[in-house]
């Protein structure tokens, strides 16, 4: 028996020292991003687009009721951290952000937290983690064919899409250096000309946070991010009545 024992915890030991190394993401660069890589290897592997966030949430909702309109504000952290009881008070919108997400994993839970909430019209805020590289290197091309498989997914299910701008970034303090690095102010002008032009072309709705938060130096006005990305309270302040606008034009379009 004794030698039985034994010889099991020696081929525990062997099979201990053969178990192969803990996946490290590639090196982006970015000290701070392969970090974040690193800790998010778990959700990659086992829930990539994260759809246990919201499964209990969605299932709690109830279908909208009559005359309802109802908005789904689907994003990474910038959807996620936006109190939107309090830039729309009183209004039936649902927030369905999740930070540090890209396109590619929002493409995963479309169909739970979009598609499956029946509203009126979904608010598509996407793309700088994209960039950023957060999943790994996709090219503007492949950003692009995700924002358009969403509208056409939406489309299909007679629901109005408003795509809005990826958000300049600035560079004025060393907490926001990385992520204005990271990020850099070419590719998201492109991305937001691709989706200018994508709405104009569709019918799909095309709000323009862009212009309204550029300071005189072409970046992000330093009052409306503490760290050069996320909006802060005056940052939500100036987004929040253009989103309104364009949700309200894409209602006007659903009738």
């Not at 970090?35 to 709690?60: C, E, F, K, M, P």
């Not at 598609?115 to 996709?138: F, Q, R």
């Not at 299909?156 to 850099?184: C, G, M, W």
């Not at 569709?202 to 006005?221: E, H, P, Q, V």
Request: net charge neutral; charged share 20%.
């Amino acid at each position: 028996m004794m030698k039985v024992f034994a010889c099991l915890l020696i081929s525990l030991a062997a099979a201990a020292q053969q178990a192969p190394p803990p996946v490290v993401p590639p090196s982006t660069g970015f000290s701070g991003l392969d970090h974040y890589r690193a800790s998010r290897v778990a959700i990659y592997t086992d829930d990539y687009g994260q759809l246990a966030r919201y499964r209990a949430s969605n299932a709690a909702l109830q279908p909208p009721e009559g005359g309802e309109n109802r908005v789904v504000f689907f994003g990474d952290s910038i959807t996620d951290i936006w109190h939107l009881d309090e830039s729309f008070p009183g209004k039936p919108y649902v927030n369905r952000g999740i930070g540090g997400q890209t396109t590619s994993q929002m493409l995963v839970r479309f169909r739970q937290d979009v598609i499956d909430l029946a509203p009126k019209v979904v608010v598509i805020l996407a793309g700088t983690n994209d960039i950023a590289g957060n999943t790994g290197k996709i090219s503007n091309d492949d950003i692009a064919a995700n924002f358009a498989t969403m509208a056409e997914l939406a489309r299909a299910h007679h629901i109005r899409v408003v795509f809005s701008s990826i958000l300049p970034v600035y560079n004025y303090t060393p907490q926001s250096k990385e992520f204005f690095d990271s990020r850099p102010m070419s590719r998201i002008v492109a991305l937001n000309d691709w989706l200018k032009g994508y709405c104009a072309a569709s019918g799909a709705i095309y709000l323009n946070y862009f212009d309204s938060m550029l300071d005189d130096r072409g970046l992000l006005k330093r009052d409306l991010a503490d760290d050069g990305l996320h909006p802060n309270k005056a940052g939500f302040a100036v987004m929040a009545p253009l989103a309104e606008k364009a949700i309200d034009r894409a209602l006007v379009k659903s009738r």
